[in-house]
């Protein structure tokens, strides 16, 4: 009797399967914007910003209204995009769409601290359009006090194109800035890390301490602040220093010492 040998072949022999390909993450898209238009409502305007994590330079704010008809193709979230991308988006969406910036500096992150000074900035922005909107997106948890209607997306840059096509724009800004504080500030490797907290820029801060452009209560700043220029730093006061307390002991009152107080 002939046996089929196939049987007895293992697993390992049988043909692999093909991995299973990872879904693309979905572009950001304009139906958000366009379900508004159809009920009449228009313009709509979407803003984002750029750099708040780092520990030096601003956070660059900016509002965008889209031309429906002429949407340059390829938009997304800045973050997936590359350099050479953004830079060429950038030009094509201030070349057809009204667009519009606001900057806070490091003096105002540091008075109000990053989240308000950001928020600041994303208002200042909307207010500054050419045209004032009816409608607004922003990226994030927080909506903006506008005169129009404002809906806070979490993730919008990846999802609402007129909140992409204003990352895009805040972060070419952003980095063209960084570029430029480079030149007054060689050593720190602006031009690379824009002002993110990479080991490079952690290095620098070390040796070199501090520049006005760096966030003063950022942690790594603080201590490079108090490690080059000590005298800038406030003491910590001690609460208790020269301050007498005067306790009262009612001698009426009997204390059992068995009590094991």
Not at 67 to 74: E, T, Y
Not at 150 to 157: K, P
Not at 160 to 171: D, E, P
Not at 180 to 187: M, N, R, Y
């Amino acid at each position: 009797m002939i046996r089929d040998q196939s049987a007895k072949k293992s697993a390992k022999d049988a043909p692999e399967k093909p991995a299973a390909k990872k879904a693309a993450p979905a572009k950001a898209s304009f139906r958000r914007e366009r379900a508004l238009i159809k009920r009449g409502v228009w313009p709509i305007a979407g803003c984002d910003e750029a750099g708040r994590g780092p520990l030096a330079g601003p956070v660059v704010a900016a509002a965008v209204i889209l031309d429906p008809d002429r949407i340059p193709r390829g938009i997304d979230d800045s973050k997936r995009l590359t350099a050479e991308e953004r830079e060429k988006l950038f030009d094509k969406i201030c070349a057809t769409a009204q667009v519009s910036v606001a900057v806070a500096s490091p003096a105002r992150i540091d008075r109000d601290n990053i989240l308000r000074a950001s928020l600041w900035a994303l208002k200042r922005a909307v207010v500054a359009l050419p045209e004032a909107p009816k409608h607004v997106f922003v990226d994030g948890r927080d909506r903006l006090d506008t005169a129009c209607d404002c809906e806070a997306v979490i993730g919008g840059d990846g999802i609402v194109l007129s909140i992409a096509a204003a990352s895009i724009v805040a972060k070419v800004t952003r980095d063209r800035l960084m570029c430029a504080l480079a030149q007054d500030c060689p050593g720190y490797g602006f031009e690379q890390h824009k002002g993110y907290g990479v080991p490079e820029h952690l290095d620098a801060l070390n040796r070199l301490g501090p520049t006005v452009h760096h966030r003063s209560f950022f942690a790594p700043v603080a201590a490079a602040r108090a490690k080059h220029m000590p005298w800038t730093v406030e003491p910590v006061r001690d609460l208790f220093e020269g301050t007498e307390v005067e306790v009262q002991v009612d001698a009426s009152v009997e204390i059992d010492a068995s009590a094991g107080l």
